[in-house]
């Protein structure tokens, strides 16, 4: 970063072979936050390769688990001791508020706190095969070299789902964080180095996908592709990987129902409705960006919503006062202004938004109104494509059934969240909705112990929680017989 060599290769610290940078703008300001090296594709490759000689040498993947289970901590510990840091890196990266940086990287230290835990505490399944000569086990060993490619919304957060549990099962990488957002997962690799992570073992190369995409997925070197990111890359890298019969997870986008029924607690729905869309300016995959309101009390809530919404303090991530930040860049602001003309030119209602913030001070940076479209359609872009900004789209309906049928209505099943004061009722939707995490009278929350992922288009595989080791494994079987006879097949 700034002159200093920002890939990491076979546990040197180097530049692109090229010499090539980047300009890494802050979206608060549009000044250069910092210029870092921008990796070739030969760059990519030799990364692979140090990945795979350091798998293959046999060492990492055959230290004790208690050792990992360790160094995870490690890391965690010094993840909080450099907590001020790498919040400062994130928010200047990504434009995200200073508070909810240094929740990201608590949510980050969680993680490698879980998957020590979790690591240390597994044990082989033995397995009665009806001969007490026999010992019969099932083990997880780890399942090779992992590409880890991250995308900006939660650079750092995104990567620890992935290194955490990659760490944690023995397996050799390579990160690619995204190139818009590099600063955090760059100055985190540091950190991995001084907790005591082999060299080789993490390997850390930036740039753009189109440039090391190819050289990190197309190969026979890799054996499990993590990927997050949108669903149009998340197609390609699969087409990619399948020539290789390599084993991929995508995590990708998501369209996100709110369902609320005219029962609901309304303090705390119009709250979460608000917090669940335009939290982080909704470049968030599971922002709640399509309420789905009962009739009787939707004019009410819409008007009740978008009064909270124009008084939301947008500003710069590093401004106390700031309640969320620009959008992550100029690009991405264009691409929002062209969904809010789309919806014009369907048909919704634009209740509030639909234009840049008008305050002087802003104008630097890539900043977007809070945006709200009533009298939406299930068949307008805006309701089915994800736009990934601040946009929420308001659809309504008058029985349960109804309700059900739209929050499934989108090619996506990442999550939803129901607002009823029914728990029958609410208990039943939950079930019928087919989406990888639901809220009940509740939104946005997680935690590291439980599974995330999608159904649909978002994605297959699932990170954080046990499956989200058991993706970093191979299972073998090992039949061990300790008094040995001929088999007796053939007689000859
Ligand atoms: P993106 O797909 O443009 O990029 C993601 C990453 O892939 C970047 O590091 C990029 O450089 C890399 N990449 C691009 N082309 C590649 C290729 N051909 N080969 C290999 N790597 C390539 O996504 P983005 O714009 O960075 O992120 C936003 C998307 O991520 C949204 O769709 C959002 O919903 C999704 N997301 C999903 C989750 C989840 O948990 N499901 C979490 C966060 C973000």
Redesign the pocket.
């Known amino acids: 970063m700034n002159g200093e060599p920002d890939l990491l290769i076979g546990g040197t610290w180097r530049h692109a072979a090229d010499r090539g940078t980047r300009d890494v703008i802050n979206p608060a300001n549009g000044t250069v936050a910092a210029v870092v090296d921008e990796a070739t594709a030969d760059d990519a490759r030799d990364a692979v390769a140090a990945a795979r000689a350091a798998f293959d040498d046999g060492a990492w993947r055959a230290t004790a688990v208690t050792e990992r289970a360790e160094l995870l901590d490690r890391v965690a510990d010094l993840l909080q001791r450099d907590k001020d840091d790498l919040a400062r890196l994130e928010t200047v990266d990504t434009g995200k508020t200073l508070a909810e940086s240094h929740i990201d990287i608590d949510d980050v230290t969680s993680v490698f706190r879980y998957y020590s835990r979790l690591v240390g505490a597994e044990a082989d399944r033995i397995v009665d095969v009806g001969d007490p000569a026999v010992i019969s086990r099932v083990v997880r060993e780890p399942i090779g070299v992992c590409v880890l490619?991250?995308?900006?919304?939660?650079p750092l957060l995104?990567m620890s789902w992935k290194i955490a549990p990659a760490l944690a099962a023995g397996c050799t990488m390579v990160a690619?964080?995204?190139?818009?957002t590099p600063l955090s997962t760059i100055a985190f690799t540091h950190l991995l180095e001084e907790a005591g992570v082999p060299p080789s073992v993490v390997n850390l190369v930036q740039g753009?996908?189109?440039a090391?995409?190819t050289a990190?997925?197309d190969t026979d070197d890799v054996d499990f592709i993590s990927?997050?990111?949108?669903?149009g890359?998340g197609r390609?890298?699969s087409k990619v990987a399948a020539e290789h019969v390599t084993k991929v997870a995508v995590?990708?986008?998501?369209k996100n129902p709110h369902i609320v029924f005219a029962d609901a607690d309304a303090d705390s729905a119009i709250d979460h409705v608000l917090t669940g869309v335009f939290l982080h300016s909704g470049q968030v995959?599971s922002a709640g960006t399509r309420l789905i309101i009962e009739e009787s009390i939707a004019d009410d809530f819409v008007a009740e919503l978008a009064g909270r919404a124009e008084r939301i303090r947008i500003g710069d991530g590093m401004d106390p006062a700031s309640e969320t930040g620009p959008l992550v860049s100029e690009q991405h602001r264009a691409k929002i202004e062209e969904y809010v003309a789309q919806g014009v030119s369907e048909g919704a209602k634009l209740v509030t938004g639909g234009a840049r913030p008008s305050d002087p001070a802003l104008a630097a940076g890539s900043f977007y109104l809070p945006t709200i479209f009533d009298r939406c359609q299930r068949s307008m872009r805006i309701v089915q494509e994800?736009t990934?900004g601040p946009i929420l789209t308001v659809e309504r309906f008058t029985t349960e059934a109804e309700a059900i049928a739209l929050g499934n209505d989108t090619q996506y099943g990442?999550a939803a969240g129901v607002r009823t004061s029914d728990s029958a009722r609410g208990e039943r939707v939950v079930r019928a909705l087919r989406h990888g995490t639901v809220w009940l009278n509740d939104f946005g929350y997680y935690t590291a112990a439980a599974e995330?992922g999608?159904f649909g288009k978002?994605?297959n595989g699932r990170e954080l929680g046990p499956t989200g080791l058991t993706e970093y494994q191979e299972i073998k079987h090992i039949w061990h017989n300790t008094a040995p006879t001929p088999a007796g097949w053939f007689k000859g």
Do not use: D
Request: glycine share 20%.
């Open positions: 490619i991250a995308p900006w919304n939660y995104q690619k964080p995204s190139e818009v753009s996908g189109a090391l995409g990190l997925t990927f997050t990111g949108g669903l890359t390609t890298i995590e990708l986008g998501g995959c994800e990934f990442l995330w999608g978002s994605g």
